[in-house]
């Protein structure tokens, strides 16, 4: 009997980026994480995603953080470990589309400051607006992950995926994600694309996905099955829920099997003790909600994400009109599918919910129109999938003309604009590139970062400058 051939499988962890993202709106510090890199970096984890996604608005918004900082001290902290960030392609880690000079200056100041693995994707699928970051990445000779926002619907058919994992394979990418943010991969259909991709394409296949349906842990148990080479966990007291399935229950799952991680328990038992008091207190401050804890198959029926129904939930409660929920939840696949059934992801997934809660709320479709529909409409953040709806569309943009080039195409580059307005308060390269994506939120950091130096000087100038009496 041929003996079994081993196939080591691979994890990445997100608990120091998608984790706390997903459960306690990426509110975790720096100052939280630096104790237990050591013992992170010792688990022999594939990666460890720690940056980018909604980290980098978070840190300087909310925690007063320099982002770039972060990535400095946790690249000092990681001496064996892959580190791995997430790039919305043309996007950045911003909401709108910026100038090509700018993705360059922001890839290679990521990969030079410490990321090694770049997982870029866009909320369309739209392949024109990952090129340039792709290109920016293989210059910096970083890792390109290419991931797909894996959606339902008509159009999202198996020759669909295959053919899209051949297209990212001659784009240059160095492997290929499944980005399942919504958890909407069930398990007997992962076993399906994993192997039709592992029939179509040479790159290795990372799965991503949530567990808010409740499925998650299974689709993962048979998409590695399938072939899959890397699945993305996170430590036990942030998976679940709206995050990730836990690390330590996929090791145990495939430990004795061909396919078994080798990480060693004990340690990952001492992180897990590291992160538990840390969600006590998230979920003692209200951080950390327990309805995200829960299992939701809703987000079967309406494709939304975790994230997308708190989301939706705020925005009702603010109207005044909570018992809207469901006609809302039931608008949102009609609005998706005017919009060319696009997946639902930052940024789609705002646009279409909003869009949803005015169509319900005005009592009359597209009555109110936001200004990002219009864009989505205009053609501004590329091409869906299947085409909009014509009589939707010209109720909303009228007679403006859709673009039909790479948005991009049409920015000017931006950089030098950006280092004349951010002048009086650059202190480091990176500054420009965190004021082009939030330039208000950023300037409030610099002004906070200033007025902390200032203090840190005059208190320096009482204990060494003591006036004495004469």
């Not at 899209?164 to 991969?185: H, P, V, W």
């Not at 869009?355 to 129109?369: D, I, P, S, T």
Request: hydrophobic share 40%; with cysteine.
């Amino acid at each position: 009997m041929a003996e079994q051939v081993k196939k080591p499988l691979k994890i990445t962890e997100t608990v120091l980026r998608d984790a706390h993202q997903s459960l306690i709106a990426t509110r975790m510090s720096t100052e939280q994480m630096l104790p237990i890199v050591d013992k992170m970096d010792k688990v022999g984890y594939y990666a460890v995603e720690c940056w980018g996604g909604a980290t980098f608005d978070a840190s300087l918004r909310f925690l007063k953080e320099d982002p770039w900082e972060r990535l400095r001290k946790l690249r000092d902290g990681f001496k064996n470990t892959k580190l791995q960030m997430l790039f919305r392609g043309q996007n950045i880690l911003g909401y709108n589309h910026y100038a090509d000079d700018v993705v360059e200056y922001f890839v290679q100041k990521s990969i030079a400051n410490g990321i090694d693995i770049i997982r870029i994707f866009d909320c369309f699928n739209d392949l024109r607006n990952l090129q340039t970051a792709v290109k920016a990445a293989n210059k910096e000779k970083g890792h390109v992950q290419i991931a797909l926002s894996y959606t339902l619907g008509d159009a999202y058919t198996l020759e669909y995926w295959t053919d899209m994992a051949k297209k990212i394979e001659e784009m240059g990418a160095d492997s290929l994600c499944i980005k399942d943010m919504a958890g909407l991969l069930v398990p007997y259909e992962a076993t399906k694309l994993v192997k039709a991709l592992k029939a179509g394409t040479k790159l290795p296949i990372e799965m991503h996905t949530h567990y808010t349906s409740g499925v998650a842990s299974m689709t993962y148990l048979k998409s590695v099955e399938a072939g899959a080479d890397i699945i993305d966990t996170a430590m036990s007291p942030f998976a679940m829920g709206t995050s990730q399935p836990a690390t330590e229950v996929m090791v145990e799952t495939f430990r004795g099997t061909e396919y078994d991680t080798g990480l060693d328990q004990n340690l990952l038992a001492e992180i897990a003790d590291y992160f538990r008091p840390m969600q006590e207190d998230a979920l003692k401050t209200g951080l950390l909600n327990p309805k995200v804890m829960g299992v939701n198959i809703k987000t079967l029926l309406y494709q939304v994400p975790g994230g997308m129904l708190s989301n939706l939930v705020s925005q009702l409660k603010e109207a005044h009109a909570e018992d809207k929920y469901y006609q809302v939840l039931e608008e949102i696949p009609r609005v998706r599918k005017d919009f060319g059934e696009p997946p639902l992801v930052t940024p789609s997934s705002q646009i279409v919910g909003t869009q949803a809660v005015l169509n319900v709320l005005q009592g009359e479709r597209y009555k109110m129109v936001t200004k990002e529909s219009k864009k989505v409409l205009s053609g501004e953040f590329g091409e869906t999938v299947k085409p909009f709806n014509k009589e939707v569309q010209k109720k909303c943009i009228g007679d403006v003309k859709p673009i039909t080039c790479r948005p991009a195409d049409l920015i000017k580059p931006q950089l030098a604009e950006y280092e004349k307005e951010i002048a009086q308060w650059k202190q480091q390269d990176e500054d420009v590139l965190s004021y082009a994506l939030f330039p208000q939120v950023a300037t409030e950091f610099f002004k906070y970062r200033q007025a902390q130096q200032e203090k840190v000087d005059v208190t320096a100038a009482d204990t060494t400058n003591k006036a004495y009496p004469v």
